[in-house]
């Protein structure tokens, strides 16, 4: 399995510090559709080579930082950016 971190302006996102249950439940659907797309196109031993980074400075302005070996980072962003 990967690793999906998320961080909103400036502060790493936990269970603890999520403001509201909208929040909760906006990030929770953000994680999981990156899961299921990225484990539609890699293996699992590919998948635990890479973490995805969500950044923004709000819920509403997030972007994406894959990392991991060029290859597998390539084949994630394109069926992310799909």
Known sequence: MFEVKMTINGK???EANIQSELEKAMLEAI???IEET???VVSNDEASQITV???GTDIEDLSLNITGPDEIV???EAALAE
């Open 38 to 40: 990225v484990e539609s």
């Open 74 to 76: 390539a084949k994630v």
């Open 12 to 14: 790493p996102m936990t």
């Open 53 to 55: 980074n969500v950044i």
């Open 31 to 33: 994680v999981q559709g």
